[in-house]
């Protein structure tokens, strides 16, 4: 996942002048259409409460706390099986915690309705790691989607579309099927599309599983532009370690020309805006930066961070 040449760089450089106009006209016009909600950036964006959850008699989430604060990335690791995409469908309220509180900007879910329930998913995106694509629709219709339903005015969902896949920089792609798309094209779409509305709150279920490096790469730069330039909290559930690497240690910002600078320290695992939940069995056994990973002494984390895939929960003895 790494990006060494000068010319690569001074491509991303290139592409990032265009992100930048992309974003703030979305920005702007959502501001105008919707208005833009308060945060109080004492508020956590997401907050578990001491949450169980089990399907059937299997016991998923076992008293599970945890915060994502205003504008940062929490990353969420553990075996598959581990619950992780469990906990983006509790946040979602697709699925009620069977003890213990989930907050939305302060708001307990529990109680709400339908309807309320649709409000407070309003100001979330979803990443889904299918991608959840509507096969038979363009890429601009995929994105579209919502807006359509929505019975937004049709320049304005074109204006927001375009805008969006800029970003995502599929705007060359715009006719294309899903089908005619790379891995990486089929994702930055998914992104595309969980962005329609500008969400403040992010959902990516492994957001780069199956991509190469490179790519995964690309797809880290986008989360990570959401987070320093947007102010997005995002979840990113994944088992990479290349990923937790990527995402505790590069940062950008806008220069004085308006240009995107990615800067990138991977001594320095210790982003404060940036940090990590580990879970085994349900429950947290690590929370903290990405240093403070590498240093732990616990050996299934040591194993973790060895290898680049996390043992299948499943494959573990139950006393281990
Ligand atoms: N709808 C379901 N019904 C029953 N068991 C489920 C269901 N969805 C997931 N599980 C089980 O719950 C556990 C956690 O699943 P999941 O949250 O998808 O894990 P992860 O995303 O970390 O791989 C797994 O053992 C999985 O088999
Ligand atoms: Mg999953």
Do not use: W
């Amino acid at each position: 996942m790494r990006r060494s040449s000068n010319r690569e760089y001074s491509g991303r450089e290139l592409q990032q002048d265009s992100l930048v106009e992309a974003r703030s006209t979305v920005f702007e016009r959502d501001v105008a259409v919707t208005g833009s909600e308060e945060i109080d950036p004492m508020i956590p964006a997401v907050e578990f409460r001491n949450v169980s959850f089990s399907y059937d008699d299997k016991t998923v989430l076992n008293d599970l706390s945890f915060k994502l604060e205003q504008g940062e990335i929490k990353i969420i690791l553990s075996g598959s099986g581990g619950g992780k995409s469990t906990i983006l469908k509790l946040i979602l309220g697709l699925l009620k915690p069977d003890k213990g509180q989930i907050f939305i900007d302060g708001e307990d879910i529990a109680p709400l309705d339908e309807d309320e329930l649709q409000r407070a998913r309003d100001k979330m995106g979803m990443v889904f790691q299918e991608g959840a694509l509507f096969d038979s629709l363009s890429v601009y219709e995929n994105v579209a989607f919502r807006l359509q339903e929505h019975e937004v005015p049709e320049k304005e969902i074109e204006e927001e579309v375009r805008s969006l896949l800029k970003f995502v920089k599929l705007e060359d792609a715009v006719d294309k099927l899903p089908s005619e798309l790379s891995g990486g094209m089929r994702k930055r779409l998914s992104i595309a599309r969980a962005l329609v509305g500008n969400p403040k709150i992010v959902l990516f279920d492994e957001p780069t599983v199956a991509l190469d490096p490179p790519t995964s790469g690309t797809i880290c730069d986008l989360i990570i532009e959401l987070r320093d330039l947007e102010n997005v909290s995002s979840i990113v559930v994944t088992h990479e370690m290349d990923v937790v690497k990527y995402l505790t240690s590069e940062y950008v910002s806008v220069d004085e020309k308006g240009k995107l600078r990615f800067r990138e320290d991977r001594q320095n695992l210790c982003l404060t805006n940036t940090n990590i939940l580990m879970l085994r069995r349900g429950r947290e056994i690590f929370s903290g930066t990405g240093t403070e990973l590498i240093e732990s002494e616990d050996p299934y984390i040591r194993e973790f961070i060895r290898g680049t895939e996390m043992l299948p929960e499943d494959h573990e003895t139950e006393n281990q």
